[in-house]
């Protein structure tokens, strides 16, 4: 499976490890130019820089759950870009808090880390990537929800939350922005072997998670992103809308 992305600007938040390092390598690999934003593990984002073919590349240092923090990361952006074609929503996490096990404290403050990360935050990136999409008539916007938004998430509830307004977000702006040349997807993997899913992968209740698909396994990070290098492609765009599910059948809807 090839893809051409040359000359195309990529951004990809959360783009150093796991999916966004898997993207980043193949958006790399087809000719983008690709700026990764991390959120504290500077090492690994420079070893992901390092890996990347050649092209204008960069890492950022970037958390999305501040707003202020994504205003001042995309006026960096325009000092070094005029154009940007591709956004890949990918950052996010995954925190637990059991309802009947959890303080309210600490339930307040993990719903409120949890929405600013995984849905407030790509919102904002959101904003200020259409601007410049719109400046061209064209642009993708690719945002990674989860299985979670349609199964639940009864241990890690406003992770589920958070991934079902990411769907109803992407919606919406699928419809205000296609006027503009800019489509919206929505990406739904189940688990993925990545380091943010390492714990529950491992020992027993990791088999039971890998058996809930037939395949005996999780999705694995270079699947995910020759989805998100799909939808971002030129000729996907009457695919704005619509969520694609990655789970090897672990959970089915209709």
């Known amino acids: 499976m090839t893809f051409d992305f040359k000359n195309k600007n990529v951004i ?14 193949l958006f790399a690999a087809s000719g983008a130019n690709v700026i990764l934003t991390y959120k504290s593990n500077t090492a690994a984002a420079e ?14 240092q970037l958390d999305v759950s501040s707003p202020a923090a994504i205003q001042s990361f995309f006026k960096w952006y325009a000092g070094q870009f005029d154009k940007l074609h591709v956004l890949v929503n990918n950052a996010g996490i995954y925190l637990e808090h059991k309802i009947l096990e959890t303080d309210f404290e600490t339930w307040q403050q993990t719903w ?8 407030t935050g790509p919102a904002n990136m959101c904003f200020f990537a259409a ?49 503009s040349g800019i489509s919206v997807h929505i ?9 943010m899913a390492a714990t529950a992968l491992s020992g027993e209740k990791g088999k039971a998670i890998k058996n809930q698909s037939a395949f005996g396994r999780v999705a ?6 020759r989805l998100i290098a799909i939808y971002a492609s030129d000729g996907l765009e009457f695919t704005s809308a619509g969520i694609i599910d990655i789970n090897g059948a672990s959970y089915l809807r209709s």
């Open 12 to 25: 990809i938040t959360g783009g150093t490890r796991g999916i966004g390092k898997a993207a980043a390598l």
């Open 47 to 60: 070893q992901t820089l390092a890996e990347l073919t050649k092209g204008r590349h960069h890492i950022y």
């Open 112 to 119: 409120g880390e949890t929405l600013n990360a995984n849905l």
């Open 131 to 179: 601007e410049l999409m719109a400046k061209n008539k064209y642009g993708k916007i690719v945002n990674i929800s989860s299985r979670g938004a349609f199964r639940g998430e009864p241990d890690h509830p406003a992770y589920g939350a958070s991934k079902a307004g990411i769907n109803a977000m992407s919606q919406s702006l699928a419809v205000a922005l296609a006027p």
């Open 187 to 195: 990406i739904a993997p189940g688990f993925v072997e990545t380091e």
């Open 220 to 225: 694995k990070p270079e699947e995910v992103a």
